[in-house]
């Protein structure tokens, strides 16, 4: 079977990276010692914090696996390593709205990594989709929650 490669930058990897170690190092023991000091309270039929205790154990086992494949399935794509001239996965790239003028600001990241919030799109996003192997000047047609939306590709960077 083909494992399904998952896009990602470097800075993307390391967060994961750093995400399990510390869910594993930190969030586990602590609540191993939950479970251990609810047992301590008796009865674990009638026991909440013990089964909250498991609830929580069972939850990070979940995350763990989730990250440990996401790192096994990683392709990390470094952008300082890639031909600027055109807009490819890791591009910070510089927009106009055709109609209103205003500018925005992107870099195209792995779905893992994407948050609007700080200009990171996924790779799988309309807006992306639309951008990649656009080159400066060329104009941009995308599908956003607020309708079709053109725009103008001003400048790609990388890194």
């Known amino acids: 079977m083909k494992r399904e490669l998952i896009p ?8 994961l990276q750093e995400e399990l170690k510390y869910l594993k190092a930190v969030e586990r ?24 205790a498991k609830e929580k154990q069972a939850l990070t086992t979940k995350k763990i696996a989730e990250l440990e494949n996401k ?5 990390v794509i470094d952008p300082s390593q890639i031909d600027a001239s055109k807009i490819v996965f890791g591009a910070i790239v510089t927009l106009s709205d ?25 790779v799988i996003s309309p807006i992306a989709k639309s951008l990649i192997g656009k080159k400066i000047g060329d104009e941009v047609r995308a599908t956003t929650p607020r309708g079709v ?5 001003l400048a790609i960077r990388y890194g």
């Open 8 to 15: 990602m930058t470097p800075e993307g990897l390391k967060k």
């Open 29 to 52: 023991p602590k609540i191993v010692a939950e479970i251990e000091a609810a047992r301590g309270h008796g009865d674990l039929s009638e026991n909440a914090e013990y089964e909250a």
């Open 71 to 75: 790192i096994t399935q990683a392709h």
């Open 98 to 122: 055709t109609e209103t003028g205003d500018q925005v600001c992107y870099q195209i990241v792995g779905a893992d990594e994407s948050d609007v919030r700080n200009g990171k799109i996924s």
């Open 149 to 153: 939306r053109e725009f103008q590709v």
